[in-house]
Each structure stands twice: as structure tokens, then as C-alpha cells.
């Protein structure tokens, strides 16, 4: 039982850098989407996606780029990392078949931008 | 704008007390609330989804209940443990498919 699967788990970049956190779900769940938890923020929605082929903004979508050629994956692209985006980002799914349903969570991402 | 509200932010309670966590919303068009549990340094794991035509759903020891048309949902524990120290999340699911979280309760459990 799979699940929600994310990668890395930690991170540590330096300002400027570029990289991609991974996620994978093995449910065949249509949505899929990012979101970044800070102290006293909560959890804000950064992108997210009904299908392959489809994504749009959340909340917080500056600096972050997604995209979705596939089910099972949606990877969040940080193309110029600033220490702003120092957080800890969670990926999420759920399937979209009847009424919203229950929303699963990976373990989470945890980046520093030094 | 949806605004999720979570009263109170901490709470410590000792071990068998019965608790109940407040979650407020600002819109009542929602299509469900779902309450989560959050370990330290951990995902979040889903406890009660609570469709929007419902009052209420159980799990356990854990109660949850939604007055949409008030904008409130309580989640009830009863005979608290130690183990149940975690923060609590609530959600909402509004049109569309985006989820707004509360900014949660820390609860801790004393034996």
C-alpha cells in the first residue's frame, strides 16, 4: 500500500537553484495537487490537477511550476529557488469519481534555501 | 473569500478526559469537512470526511459533527490517551476542488 509516495524528503538548496520534488500515487486518482505548510500560515494550495494534461493555481503559485503527463505523477518545479520557499511541501490525491472524497497525503518535503 | 478557523490553537488535557476541538467556516457552500490528525515531522492523516448533506460521523472514539448552515463542525474525543497527542486539522472542499485548512489545534495528553 503505496499510496502517496514523495521524494526527496529533505532538501537544502542555495538561492538560484533549480529543482524538482516528486510525487507519485498508485490509487488512479485524477486529482493531485502541491501545497507548502509554514508556522502560523497553515497549509496554503500551490497547484493542483484534475488530469492528465490539466493544472491550474492555488493560492501561493508564484515561483512554481507543475506539470502532469501522466496519472500517477505531478512534479513541483522550482525553477530559481528563493529562501521565501523555505517550507515543508506536501503532496496530495484524491480520486474524483462521485462527491469529493477523502484527500491522502504523502510524508511531505522538507527544503531550506539558503 | 473561505476562511477556516480553529479554536482553541492549543489545548493539554489529562489522559480519559473527553474533549471537543471547534473548526469554523466562513462560506457554507461546501461539499464535505474532513478532520485530519498531524504527528510531528509527518504527513497528514485523514480521520473523518463529513459530506455536506450529513450531521455527523464516527470512527472510534472520535465523533465528528457539521452544521453547514451555522459554518461549524466540532470533532468530540472521548476517553483521551496520550497517544491522541497530535495537531488536528479541519478542511473544507469547496466548488471546484480546492481544500482550505484551519491552522489546526495542538493537543497534548498528559498521563
Known amino acids: 500500500n503505496a499510496g502517496v509516495t514523495q521524494t526527496p524528503k529533505f532538501q537544502v538548496l542555495k538561492t538560484g537553484q533549480s529543482m524538482t520534488l516528486q510525487c507519485a500515487q498508485d490509487?488512479?486518482?485524477?486529482?493531485m495537487s502541491w501545497y507548502r505548510q509554514d508556522p502560523g500560515m497553515g497549509l496554503r494550495l500551490i497547484h493542483y490537477?484534475?488530469?492528465?494534461?490539466?493544472?491550474d493555481q492555488g493560492e501561493v503559485p508564484n515561483g512554481y511550476n507543475v506539470s502532469r503527463s501522466t496519472t500517477e505523477d505531478f512534479p513541483l518545479r522550482l525553477l530559481s529557488a528563493a529562501p521565501s520557499q523555505t517550507s515543508v511541501y506536501f503532496c496530495?490525491?484524491?480520486?474524483?469519481?462521485?462527491?469529493?472524497?477523502?484527500?491522502?497525503f504523502g510524508e511531505g518535503s522538507r527544503l531550506t534555501v539558503l | 473569500k473561505q476562511e477556516v478557523t480553529q479554536i482553541p490553537a492549543a489545548l493539554s488535557v489529562p489522559e480519559g478526559e473527553n474533549l471537543v476541538l471547534n473548526c469554523s467556516f466562513t462560506?457554507?457552500?461546501?461539499?464535505?469537512l474532513q478532520w485530519f490528525r498531524q504527528d510531528p515531522g509527518k504527513g497528514l492523516t485523514s480521520l473523518l470526511l463529513?459530506?455536506?448533506?450529513?450531521r455527523e460521523q464516527t470512527s472510534g472514539r472520535l465523533n465528528a459533527s457539521l452544521d453547514k448552515s451555522s459554518g461549524r463542525s466540532t470533532l468530540y474525543i472521548a476517553a483521551s490517551q496520550p497517544g491522541d497527542s497530535a495537531t488536528y486539522l479541519c478542511?473544507?472542499?469547496?466548488?471546484?476542488?480546492?481544500?482550505?485548512f484551519g491552522k489546526g489545534t495542538t493537543l497534548s495528553v498528559s498521563s
Open positions: 496530495a490525491s484524491r480520486s474524483t469519481q462521485g462527491p469529493p472524497g477523502e484527500l491522502f
Open positions: 463529513i459530506q455536506s448533506s450529513q
Open positions: 462560506d457554507s457552500a461546501i461539499y464535505n
Open positions: 478542511a473544507v472542499t469547496q466548488a471546484g476542488t480546492a481544500l482550505i
Open positions: 490509487m488512479n486518482h485524477e486529482y
Open positions: 490537477s484534475v488530469g492528465a494534461g490539466i493544472t
